[in-house]
T-cell receptor, first 113, second 119 residues
């Protein structure tokens, strides 16, 4: 079945360093969403990318959707301790009903102050 | 906006007990809600898709008689873990999509989750 691979699984950075997590899908996606889950919390929607090659920014966060709509990345510039958490990508395709999300395994980010 | 309330937040009960978890969309209507299970430091595992007014769609390997889902209104879905055993202990999270935004390309809004511990 369709899979979404996400790397790295863990990332430990010093505060102020940059961070990037990557997602790759085995099939073409209609859109990809990114979520952040703080320790002990629930996933919170960050952004959705729909168009091929799309780039969106939210302050220090930059999201990209690949030209083939099979991969995506999230880049955080100058990490802060508030960025700690697990970042999940989740994609949908055009097949089937309900358009359920296919989740990546997540990248856990730890930031040393 | 787009608030999803999940109750209870945590449950500790004896083996053999049935536990009901509620998921409510507070400020929007949700024709579809999703029930996930998450083990520590792992990704979300979709258990089932709850459809208002019809039967839930269960993912492969999820026992529908074990995990009963009812979606009786546009703002409420319930998950009942029947005759729970220690292996059912987990973090259960629901999510909902705003029906007013159309069928696809919608973000999911999550409840706070329910931590279930079966002794």
């Amino acid at each position: 079945g369709q899979q979404v691979m996400q790397i790295p699984q863990y990332q430990h950075v010093q505060e102020g360093e940059d961070f990037t997590t990557y997602c790759n899908s085995s099939t073409t996606l209609s859109n990809i969403q990114w979520y952040k889950q703080r320790p002990g919390g629930h996933p919170v929607f960050l952004i959705q990318l729909v168009k091929s090659g799309e780039v969106k920014k939210q302050k220090r966060l930059t999201f990209q959707f690949g030209e083939a709509k099979k991969n995506s990345s999230l880049h955080i510039t100058a990490t802060q301790t508030t960025d700690v958490g697990t970042y999940f990508c989740a994609g949908t395709n055009n097949a089937g009903n309900n358009r359920k999300l296919i989740w990546g395994l997540g990248t856990s980010l730890a930031v040393n102050p | 906006g787009a608030v999803v309330s999940q109750h209870p937040s945590w449950v500790i009960c004896k083996s053999g007990t049935s536990v009901k978890i509620e998921c409510r969309s507070l400020d929007f209507q949700a024709t579809t809600m999703f029930w996930y299970r998450q083990f520590p430091k792992q990704s979300l595992m979709l258990m089932a898709t709850s459809n208002e007014g019809s039967k839930a769609t269960y993912e492969q390997g999820v026992e529908k008689d074990k995990f009963l889902i009812n979606h009786a209104s546009l703002t409420l879905s319930t998950l009942t873990v029947t005759s729970a055993h220690p292996e059912d202990s987990s973090f259960y999270i629901c999510s909902a999509r705003d029906a007013a935004l159309g069928f696809s390309n919608q973000p999911q809004h999550f409840g706070d989750g329910t931590r279930l511990s079966i002794l």
